[in-house]
Nanobody
Framework: QVQLVESGGGLVQPGGSLRLSCAAS????????MGWYRQSPGKECELVAT???????NYADSVKGRFAISRDNAKNTVYLQMNSLKPEDTAVYYC??????????WGQGTQVTVSS
C-alpha cells in the first residue's frame, strides 16, 4: 500500500501565499517524478508543476514566476510554494508521485480557495 498525505490548503486572500506538502509512504520503489495538479469546478484537471528526482522542474504558464515546486528525496516529500495567489488559482490540488516501475499514485486532494 502506498499513501500520499497532503497538507497546507486553505483560504487565503488574493496576493497571499500558501505552501502545500505531500508525503509519500508505504511500499514504494524509488520515486522518479513528483508533481501537483489541480481541478476547478467545471474544468479538467490540469498540470501545475512537476519535478524530477534530480530537481528539474516544469510549470504551467499560468503559475510561472509565482509558484515554486521542491522536494526532499530523503523524506519522499514534495512541496508547492504558492505566492501572489489569484482567485483563478482556486481549485482542489492533487499530489502525484510516479515510481521507478512507472506506477502512478495520487493524493486525496486539498482545497485552495483564494477570495477576499
Amino acid at each position: 500500500q502506498v499513501q500520499l498525505v497532503e497538507s497546507g490548503g486553505g483560504l487565503v486572500q488574493p496576493g497571499g501565499s500558501l505552501r502545500l506538502s505531500c508525503a509519500a509512504s508505504g511500499s514504494l520503489f524509488s520515486i522518479t517524478n513528483m508533481g501537483w495538479y489541480r481541478q476547478s469546478p467545471g474544468k479538467e484537471c490540469e498540470l501545475v508543476a512537476t519535478i524530477t528526482r534530480l530537481g528539474a522542474t516544469n510549470y504551467a504558464d499560468s503559475v510561472k514566476g509565482r509558484f515554486a515546486i521542491s522536494r526532499d528525496n530523503a523524506k519522499n516529500t514534495v512541496y508547492l510554494q504558492m505566492n501572489s495567489l489569484k482567485p483563478e488559482d482556486t481549485a482542489v490540488y492533487y499530489c502525484n508521485v510516479r515510481d521507478s516501475t512507472d506506477a502512478n499514485y495520487w493524493g486525496q486532494g486539498t482545497q485552495v480557495t483564494v477570495s477576499s
